[in-house]
């Protein structure tokens, strides 16, 4: 299974960006898409999720209001929009494909945001 990211860059604070995630290699339809962060110093953390079973949504509470998952089951994608950007959501977002029946999760190699102030 192949994710790839993109969407990342440079944005001012209060601005917004779309990351997308394209996945190939399975049938996209058997796994859970999720956005992570990672942010120099810190761990990763988890900030959003689109189940595949119920199409629920999980979303961190730091973004809660802010960011929007999106899953476009034709094109194979994952949307996170992320809007009203602030300073600390610099960090490298990445996409995770988890397939609850096999445990088994795959990841995309990461895009980079920064939010200047």
């Known amino acids: 299974v192949q994710l790839v990211e993109s969407g990342g860059g440079l944005v001012q604070a209060g601005g917004s960006l779309r990351l997308s995630c394209a996945v190939s290699?399975?049938?996209?339809?058997?796994?859970?898409i999720a956005w992570f962060r990672q942010a120099p110093g810190k761990e990763r953390e988890k900030i959003s999720c689109f189940s595949n079973y119920d199409y629920s949504t999980y979303y961190a509470d730091f973004v809660k209001g802010r960011f929007t998952i999106s899953r476009d089951n034709a094109r194979n994608t994952v949307h996170l929009q992320m809007n009203s950007l602030k300073p600390e959501d610099t960090a490298v977002y990445s996409c995770?494909?988890?397939?609850?029946?096999?445990?088994?999760?795959?990841w995309g190699q990461g895009t980079q945001v920064t939010v200047s102030s």
């Open positions: 290699g399975d049938t996209f339809g058997d796994y859970a």
């Open positions: 995770n494909a988890y397939r609850a029946f096999l445990n088994r999760q795959y």
